[in-house]
């Protein structure tokens, strides 16, 4: 049974940093592309950031590009999302989601790509 488990979420004031992890279990991690994704209240999930299996290639959106940076640390199962000069706007909670697609350099930005998804964690950014 594959698990995703999302932590580090919280409460921040605009202008902090906050760093993300997701820890996965069950199935092997470094032959996962990954990716984080975010649902604001009322609005749809998006895609925040994505990873291919090796690390050696990262995507983001634009509205946290050079804000926000994604890695992964195979030897721990973990994939992070290190978020700075939060605002407001990126209240929402964040979803790591592992695709197994079984190319290797390849990055995904949809989410039908996604195979296994977590279960979120809550971050809010106050003004």
């Known amino acids: 049974q594959v698990q995703l488990v999302e932590s580090g979420g919280g409460l921040v004031q605009a202008g902090d940093s906050l760093r993300l992890s997701c820890a996965l279990s069950?199935?092997?991690?470094?032959?996962?592309?990954m990716g984080w994704f975010r649902k604001a209240q009322g609005k749809e999930r998006e895609f925040v950031a994505a990873?291919?299996?090796?690390?050696?290639?990262?995507t983001y959106a634009d509205s946290v590009k050079g804000r926000f940076t994604i890695s992964r640390e195979n030897a721990k199962n973990t994939l992070y999302l290190e978020m700075k000069s939060l605002k407001p706007e990126d209240t929402a909670v964040y979803y790591c989601?592992?695709?197994?697609?079984?190319?290797?350099?390849?990055?995904?930005?949809?989410?039908?790509?996604?195979?296994?998804w977590g279960q979120g964690t809550q971050v809010t950014v106050s003004s």
């Open positions: 989601a592992a695709a197994y697609r079984g190319t290797y350099f390849r990055l995904y930005l949809r989410e039908s790509e996604y195979d296994y």
């Open positions: 069950g199935r092997a991690f470094n032959s996962a592309a």
């Open positions: 990873v291919t299996w090796s690390g050696s290639a990262t």
